[in-house]
């Protein structure tokens, strides 16, 4: 199992070259991170690749890194986080992308390169604030249209803000 994931982390970091930040590997699994700016010119790479051949986006979720390890980490508190499957290959992959600001969260959409980012990239923009530059459609899909705020944000107040009828 370790070959194969050395292997894997070896072709990924040869194919994406200065657009890799850091590469993991960490029990079974591997996360490679890229720079916001880079992030759809990876996944690019990652799904044409005959070598790669990440044709599944599996998954996109946004985090909220605040108080992250008793709130020791430094760096950008929003993160992108694309879960990819390569059939032909019979591999996984995590790319993460880390929102250069944290009072405006951005990323570029991925719906170019994986059409079903679409529904993920709303949830992800309706529950943590991420906007996705290009997306087709970036509206909620999870709370009401008049809803204030970003629920899964962990500065979200938890109660007091709803008042009902």
Not at 16 to 40: F, H, M, N, W, Y
Not at 54 to 83: Q, S
Not at 132 to 156: A, N, Q, S, V
Request: charged letters at 30%; hydrophobic letters at 45%; a negative charge.
């Amino acid at each position: 199992m370790a070959d194969k994931l050395e292997s894997l982390q070896g072709e990924v970091v040869a194919a994406l070259g200065e657009r890799v930040v850091r590469c993991v590997a960490d029990r079974g699994e591997l996360t490679v991170e890229v720079a916001a700016a880079s992030l759809v010119e990876a996944a690019r790479i990652l799904r044409d690749d005959g070598s790669l051949a990440f044709t599944i986006l599996a998954d996109l979720c946004g985090l909220d890194y605040e108080g992250f390890g008793e709130g020791l980490r430094e760096g950008p508190r929003f993160a992108v986080v694309l879960h990819l499957l390569s059939i032909r290959h019979n591999r996984r992959l995590r790319v993460k992308a880390f929102c250069p600001d944290d009072g405006f969260p951005v990323v570029d959409s991925v719906v170019d390169v994986w059409p079903s980012a679409n529904w993920y990239e709303r949830e992800a923009f309706d529950l943590y604030g991420v906007v996705f530059e290009g997306h087709p459609d970036l509206r909620r899909i999870l709370t009401d249209y008049g809803f204030m705020g970003h629920p899964f944000r962990k500065d979200f107040p938890i109660s007091g803000h709803v008042e009902m009828r």
